[in-house]
């Protein structure tokens, strides 16, 4: 085993490798707070890449309902209770979420997938995790909008109303792809070394040739994002759509293009980039681009399950209505700022919020341009005041994307098109 930097642990962790790191990260930021499950996401997903036979229960993209829905059925249960087992001395967070020493989210004391398996088995497989029956695949959409109720009666809603900061009857939508880990799990674990990385983005992929299909990378993803096709005997994941992000897709004119299921979302939930790294991981200061805004300056993106250790570049901003502990196992110690920051938004937040699905061009660097106050008021008790600012995005060679503004533009229908568009 090597010793890597997992900064977002802030803590040095062990891996299979040594570490390598892109020029660039595929990296992504989904809103919660906006998702609607309308699944256009999944379908343009499902549409582009796995519409063929044997890949019928192969979604690489999907949106569960939670916390009872899963894709795999029960898969991040499954692996925290793998996970609780090899830290059933306690071991957790420890230091400040705020700063940025140890780590922005503190310290995780905690074994990660690749430590715990060392630990249980020392002579046996690279990584904790455990191989899904056949049939926890075949429901992608299992337990949809099934809420939390009383105490007792799950599935149930309560009676009495709810209001923030936690609903009594919640439930939420997490969608989910390939997180492109820093340090993946299923790179880990292959012993056919046919799952690499790529440098220029850090893409993770299968080489189909040299698959085997032994589905060690199916067992050892903790997102289970690695699956396997019968019908041909090898696994297959999500590639990130790149040939988009390359610019290669007839519409993006040769420019650096969002994956399909971004470009598809409906809630308008997310954006995705690539983010530059230091050489030891770490994300490089790139103060407008807005990723790093998002996940370094504001603080109000969070990794999934950081404590799994494959660094994954998938990050939340959490839904606020959802108790606080569900939260924290889900993403870490920085949830609580993280939602303090979203729900009373400074201008440059709500500025960049409006980013999100305005282009399918990825976005390398924002400029906001202040405009006049519009509102001024209280929100769950303190003093907001909001700005018509304008934010500008510009492309990978450093061209105006699209400009948009904080006030939604109002569009009223002549009253001989009332009822058409
Ligand atoms: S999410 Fe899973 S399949 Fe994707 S890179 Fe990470 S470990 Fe590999
Ligand atoms: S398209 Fe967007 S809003 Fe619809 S389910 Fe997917 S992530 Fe949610």
């Not at 690749?114 to 020392?122: D, S």
């Not at 990130?240 to 040769?254: I, L, M, N, Q, T």
């Not at 598809?264 to 103060?287: F, K, S």
Request: hydrophobic residues 30%; aromatic residues 12%; charged residues 25%.
């Amino acid at each position: 085993m090597a010793t890597v930097h997992n900064w977002q642990l802030g803590r040095e962790m062990a891996y299979p490798y040594e570490a390598t790191y892109p020029e660039r990260q595929f990296a992504f930021v989904f809103n919660i707070n906006r998702c609607i499950a309308c699944q256009s996401c999944t379908m343009a997903c499902k549409s582009t890449w796995t519409f063929s036979k044997g890949q019928e229960h192969m979604w690489w993209a999907n949106v569960e309902t939670k916390p009872y829905g899963g894709y795999p059925m029960f898969w991040d249960v499954k692996i925290l209770d793998l996970l609780d087992r090899a830290n059933a001395d306690g071991r957790g967070w420890t230091g400040a979420p705020s700063g940025e020493r140890p780590g922005p989210y503190g310290r995780f004391e905690g074994r990660t997938i690749f430590e715990a398996e060392r630990m249980l088995t020392p002579d046996s497989a690279r990584v904790l995790g455990y191989l899904p029956p056949d049939e926890e695949w075949n429901s992608p959409n299992i337990y949809e909008d099934n809420p939390v109720g009383p105490p007792g009666k799950p599935f149930e809603w309560h009676k009495t109303g709810a209001t923030l900061p936690e609903h009594t009857t919640w439930f939420f939508y997490l969608a989910r792809i390939c997180n492109h880990c820093t340090y993946p799990a299923c790179l880990a674990a292959c012993p056919r070394k046919a799952i690499y990385k790529r440098p220029e983005d850090g893409i993770v992929l299968i080489d189909q040739q040299e698959c085997r299909g032994y589905r060690k990378c199916v067992e050892a993803c903790p997102y289970k994002k690695s699956m396997y096709r019968g019908n041909t005997r090898v696994s297959e994941k999500c590639v990130a759509c790149y040939p988009r992000v390359e610019g290669k897709d007839p519409e993006s004119g040769g420019k650096p293009m969002e994956t399909r299921c971004m470009a598809a979302c409906i809630g308008q939930i997310r954006l995705q980039g690539l983010v530059r790294l230091n050489r030891d991981g770490t994300w490089a200061e790139d103060r407008r681009h807005p990723l790093y805004y998002l996940v370094h300056v504001a603080k109000v993106a969070l990794p999934l399950y950081p404590q799994f250790g494959t660094a994954p570049n998938g990050y939340y901003i959490p839904p606020r209505w959802v108790p606080r502990p569900y939260l924290r196992q889900m993403f870490g110690p920085g949830v609580d700022q993280a939602i303090e920051r979203y729900e009373t938004p400074d201008r440059e937040l709500l500025a960049v919020l409006q980013l999100f699905r305005r282009s399918n061009l990825i976005i390398y660097r924002y400029e906001v341009v202040e405009g006049p106050k519009v509102y001024e008021g209280t929100l769950r008790g303190r003093r907001i005041t909001v700005y018509n600012d304008t934010v500008i995005a510009y492309g990978r060679d450093g061209e105006e994307l699209f400009r948009t503004t904080v006030e939604e533009p109002v569009h009223v229908r002549p009253p001989q098109h009332a009822n058409s568009i």
